[in-house]
């Protein structure tokens, strides 16, 4: 999504990065394991079509991706700016965002916020704990 592409979201654990074509060399490198293809529901994607599929979601506007990278800061709090090829050491993994339409159904939006809350919830307490026990490498 270009209008995430220079934005860095600093926390205190994690700090996330957009998909950048800096980030592909590891990240294909990463998704040729078996057991990560398998846990994805994904396909093995060459080189070339890794590249391109990060130059897609970039230019796509209802797709938000982001690398995670582990906080010692990797980028200023007080701004946008990072360097991808000094903190590549960092990379833990990826979170992915869709857009899309929401209908005019208000009993169920707020079933479906409440349900998407709660999901996300539980997915950063699991991610804090894998950080708190240094079980990302």
């Known amino acids: 999504m270009k209008l995430n592409y220079k934005t860095c979201l ?27 293809l398998e846990a ?10 890794e590249t391109e599929m990060q130059q897609s979601w970039r230019d796509d506007p209802k797709k938000c ?41 208000e009993d169920e939006d707020e079933q479906d916020v409440n349900q998407n809350t709660s999901t996300t919830s539980i997915h950063c307490r699991y991610v804090d704990g894998l950080v708190n026990r240094n079980e990302l490498s």
């Open 65 to 105: 991706t982001f690398i995670v990278h582990r906080t010692p800061l990797v980028c200023n709090q007080n701004s946008t700016s990072f360097d991808v090829n000094d903190n590549l050491h960092y990379m833990v993994g990826d979170i992915n965002l869709f857009l899309s339409e929401i209908d005019n159904d």
């Open 10 to 36: 600093v926390g205190e654990k994690v700090t996330l990065v957009p998909y950048r074509s800096e980030h592909v060399p590891k990240y294909h490198e990463w998704i040729q394991d078996p057991s990560l």
């Open 40 to 49: 994805t529901g994904s396909e093995p994607l060459s080189y070339l079509e």
